[in-house]
């Protein structure tokens, strides 16, 4: 069955960052300097072959944008300039997008003024709701206990109540993304027991991200630094997750300090700040192939998150030193930057925190998969007429 | 043969020869023969040194006779020729033995190898003593030139002899100049106006006081040889065949440039040209473009372009060559399209993309980079264009095994272009006839040499130049033109033409008119005389091939430099028992 052409995709994905993809003409070196790609997963040159022409359905249904960490060699060495890195990117937020049933997405990534002001937006209602809510009940200059400006137990609700709405867009894109990759894009049936014997592979490629550290691999001299950070803030940015969703009250406690928790905290707050400005640093830089383009939804993450890291040390600093009006304030910035980051997950590049994981689950399933398949095949005994 | 004094040369060519040839002992052989005057060995005897070795022993020692074992004569024969004229020997008096290529390189036991080369020398020594002087001929140039086809080459060609003085003779079959070039709007890679570029041309061309024109006109025979050739030129104007007029003109030479056709698009089914009333030839948007309106045939802007490559090039079923212009004329409609309608989609679908000229390949970037969709389909497994369902937002869909991508794909498309080859024209054996030069399997007329000859013919006078050669674009087009009017221009000014003296007389005494010869000659050189019931040869047409030689069954033919007795002598000395 012929597969119809969208030749109004590649503008399409153009708006996404892929500029310069329609410059390529398959010489496949990309696929060559590529450590990851193999005889399954031919990206980039496959990718952008599929994106050069149109073929929606059949990128839609792809895992090989997530297989990708952008280590940026395919567009160091493109004779062409069609810079492969940046497609395999935009395809990646292109695939957001496409996960995301409620269209958010899409209009975050085509307009950076749609998104800014919806950050924004959120943030003047977070910082309207929280100071009412303050304001009502509270003293400005209590930060804890009785009569406290923004009571530690209310924000353990608040941050449930905003976790779970996050859980719930993320699960149904996440659906989504498995019934694009592995039900439409299969052209097989994969047996449901392969999904428990590959369910290993989830947490594995979540904490170690052991193929971004392996991206390096065909380079003279490898550069882990990027692996290193980027698994740092990530870790950083996960342990703080938890202590905010399940220890916050803990955590807001005070004035001593509780080191079974607040260690936590501080580990993850060294992951988070180092990663931000390294991040932040190398996209105003430009040092590396893969940050030498940043599309505007990148900045708003980097810099959101850095705001987010800033406040949070700032308000916990207030606080153990006795400034609590001063606390109480940079803790409602501090909210006021947290709630728009969150609600704006699921729609964002961050959404590739849980993708990113589940296609390496998703490929070895399908990769096993194929292998039985072909095994299937070969043990009947085929007659050449 | 008495009074011969034979010198004999025995060249190691480096170590080419002297590494399996003994040359001393072929030296030491050759010097007891008798009327061997002197032999040596040398080193490289066609560097500067060992042609005046010759030149100093023809003055010295009285030679009259040269023999030089080295390599092929196709090589260095024309150099040791001239070693002898100018030491005031006739040149003919040489015969040279070819003890590399035939000897050297193809042996590898040196005593063999070096009883082989000695009767190879043996053989030549034998020959060259039969040798005579011979004198080349000359005959006159007469200055003005015939040029057939009115397209980019031929006025080239036309306005290049014009403008150094001579009188050329322009026929055309139309009734206008400038050929297909006059029927495209811009050209590739640098989108200049074909308009302009045949403008200057024309007007040159019409007010060139040494330029006839002679438009809806054919050339319909040509006589005479090079130098002193006869055309006759009829005027068509589609009056019948007896009341259309006729002129004869005198020429020195001809410049054929009858260019091309375009392939017949409704030969491939596959396409549905004739059809599919949207399906349309290069030349048909060609009119498009320059009516200044791109649209469907319902009048519609297309959304849609598709341009389909090879178009009865580069395949089994109807010509096997590339055509050449059609990638990047292509691209130029890509560019054209997309500037006009900028919103509009362009799938370009391809074998390869030959991209090989000056200007090409930035101009493949530059389509590139404007999103034109390259997609790539396999030799003899053509895309198959289908009409689109009316719930379709486009015309037509075109099904294509991509294979860059190894899927197969439908592409919409309102409009569809077929990139058109070139094939010889269909009258192209008649003037392949006239002018008496060949057509290869496709119908291209064949030039004398492809690498060192490309515009020159088998028959002298004649030159070939422009797409009636082979496919090919502008600029080669144009050079080619250039390339025969200097030819052409280089023995106007010479005057005269030097014919070799190697070519075939007629023994009048023993002719007896059977006319065998007439026929089989390839360049048609041999006329017969009707007075006198006998055949002669043109000498200026001749090339010595030797056919009417063999052929005759009177032996009245002798052809000059290989009579009977020359070859049989070379022959006997090859055959001769040699002891080392």
Redesign the interface.
């Known amino acids: 069955m012929a597969i119809r052409v969208n030749p109004r995709f590649i503008d399409v994905v153009a708006r996404f960052g892929a500029e310069d993809v329609q410059l390529c003409y398959h010489c496949g070196d990309c696929s060559t300097v590529c450590p990851h790609a193999d005889e399954v997963f031919k990206f980039p040159r496959k990718s952008m072959r599929s994106l050069q022409m149109g073929l929606e359905q059949k990128i839609e249904t792809t895992l090989e944008p997530w297989l990708c960490y952008y280590c940026g060699q395919c567009s160091e060495q493109c004779p062409r300039e069609a810079d492969p890195g940046e497609t395999m990117m935009s395809l990646r937020r292109w695939l957001i997008s496409r996960y995301d049933f409620t269209g958010i997405a899409r209009q975050f990534f085509k307009s950076r003024i749609i998104e800014v002001l919806a950050v924004l937006l959120t943030a003047l209602l977070t910082g309207i709701f929280l100071l009412y809510y303050g304001f009502s009940g509270g003293n400005i200059h209590i930060y804890d206990g009785e009569g406290a400006f923004l009571p530690s137990h209310f924000i353990h609700k608040f941050d449930l109540s905003l976790g779970l709405l996050l859980a719930i867009f993320l699960v149904v894109n996440a659906l989504h993304m498995w019934y694009l990759t592995m039900v439409k894009g299969t052209t097989f049936t994969v047996p449901w027991w392969l999904y428990f014997k590959q369910l290993y592979q989830l947490p594995w490629h979540f904490f170690t991200q052991k193929r971004y550290s392996e991206c390096e691999s065909k380079r003279k001299h490898p550069f882990f630094m990027p692996w290193f950070i980027h698994l740092g803030l990530m870790l950083g940015y996960v342990t703080m997750l938890v202590l905010v969703m399940v220890f916050v009250e803990q955590l807001q406690s005070g004035p001593a300090i509780r080191w079974s928790v607040h260690i936590f905290g501080y580990l993850a707050s060294i992951g988070l700040i180092t990663g931000t400005i390294y991040f932040i640093r190398n996209r105003v830089k430009k040092n590396y192939v893969q940050y030498k383009k940043s599309h505007g939804t990148d900045w708003v993450f980097v810099i959101l998150l850095f705001l987010i890291v800033l406040t949070g040390i700032a308000q916990h600093v207030f606080h153990r030193t006795g400034l609590y009006e001063w606390a109480n304030i940079t803790y409602v910035i501090h909210l006021m930057c947290v709630v728009p980051w969150l609600l704006r997950m699921p729609f964002s590049k961050w959404a590739h925190i849980i993708y990113r994981p589940l296609a390496m689950y998703f490929a070895a399933i399908y990769i096993d998969a194929l292998a039985r398949q072909e095994v299937v095949v070969h043990s009947f005994p085929v007659f050449i007429k | 043969m008495k009074n011969c004094r034979i010198g004999v040369y025995i060249c190691m060519c480096g170590t080419n020869i002297a590494k399996i040839v003994d040359v001393e002992a072929v030296a030491n052989f050759v010097s007891g023969l008798p009327n061997v005057v002197l032999a040596r060995t040398y080193k490289y005897m066609c560097s500067n040194p060992g042609q005046e070795m010759i030149t100093q022993d023809i003055k010295e020692n009285q030679l009259n006779r040269v023999v030089v074992a080295a390599c092929s004569p196709n090589m260095h024969e024309r150099t040791f020729r001239s070693a002898l004229r100018s030491a005031g020997l006739n040149q003919y008096l040489f015969e040279m033995a070819n003890i590399r290529e035939q000897c050297s390189w193809v042996h590898k036991d040196t005593k063999e190898a070096t009883e082989k080369a000695m009767a190879l020398v043996y053989s030549a020594i034998c020959r060259v003593e039969l040798h005579e002087e011979l004198e080349s001929m000359s005959v006159n140039m007469c200055p003005n030139t015939l040029v057939v086809g009115g397209g980019i080459a031929g006025m080239t060609a036309a306005l290049e002899l014009a403008d150094a003085g001579n009188s050329v003779h322009l026929v055309e079959k139309n009734n206008h100049l400038g050929g297909n070039l006059a029927r495209v709007d811009l050209t590739a890679p640098y989108l200049y106006s074909a308009r302009d570029l045949l403008t200057e041309r024309l007007t040159r061309i019409m007010n060139h006081k040494q330029v006839h024109v002679y438009l809806e006109s054919k050339v319909t025979d040509l006589t005479g040889y090079i130098g002193n050739f006869k055309a006759t030129i009829q005027l068509l104007n589609g009056k019948p065949a007896e009341e259309k007029k006729s002129v004869e003109v005198e020429i020195g030479n001809v410049v054929v440039c009858t260019g091309y056709k375009e392939f017949d698009a409704s030969r491939i089914v596959h396409y549905g040209y004739g059809k599919l009333p949207n399906v349309i030839t290069s030349f048909e948007l060609e009119k498009m473009i320059r009516a200044g309106c791109i649209e469907t045939k319902e009048g519609k802007i297309p959304r ?1 372009v598709a341009i389909i490559h090879c178009v009865g090039s580069r395949s089994q079923e109807f010509h096997t060559y590339c055509s050449r212009v059609c990638c990047m004329t292509a691209l130029k409609y890509a560019s054209e399209i997309k500037s006009a309608n900028p919103a509009c ?1 362009i ?1 370009d679908i391809y074998i390869d993309m030959h991209a090989f000229g000056k200007g090409h390949e930035d101009f493949y ?1 530059q389509s ?8 790539m389909y396999e030799k003899d497994d053509r895309p198959v264009i289908h009409k689109a369902s009316p719930k379709d937002d486009c015309e037509m869909l075109i ?1 294509v095994n ?1 294979k ?2 190894g ?6 498309a309102d409009l569809v272009i077929l990139m058109v080859g070139m094939e010889a024209r269909e009258d192209s054996h008649e003037i392949a006839r006239i002018v008496n030069i060949s057509q290869d399997k496709d119908g291209w007329f064949i030039e004398s040499h492809p690498k060192l000859e490309p515009v020159a013919t088998t028959t002298d006078g004649i030159f070939i130049a422009g797409t009636c050669v082979a496919p090919k674009d502008i600029p080669d087009s144009v050079a080619q033109a250039r390339a025969a009017a200097a030819r052409i221009l280089a023995r106007i000014a010479k005057g005269k033409i030097e014919v070799d003296a190697l070519y075939s007389e007629v023994n009048e005494e023993m002719c007896s008119g059977c006319r065998f010869c007439n026929q089989l000659c390839p360049f048609s050189a041999i006329e017969f005389n009707e007075e006198k019931k006998q055949s002669y040869i043109i000498s200026a047409l001749c090339k010595g091939c030797g056919v009417c030689v063999a052929a005759c069954p009177s032996s009245a033919i002798k052809g000059r430099h290989f009579t009977d007795h020359q070859i049989l002598a070379q022959v006997d000395g090859l055959f001769c028992e040699i002891g080392m």
Do not use: G, H, N, Q
Request: charged share 30%; net charge negative; proline share 5%.
């Open positions: 849609y989609y799938s970037r590139s980079e404007a999103k034109t969709l390259f997609l099904e991509e860059l991508s899927e197969t794909i439908e592409i919409p």
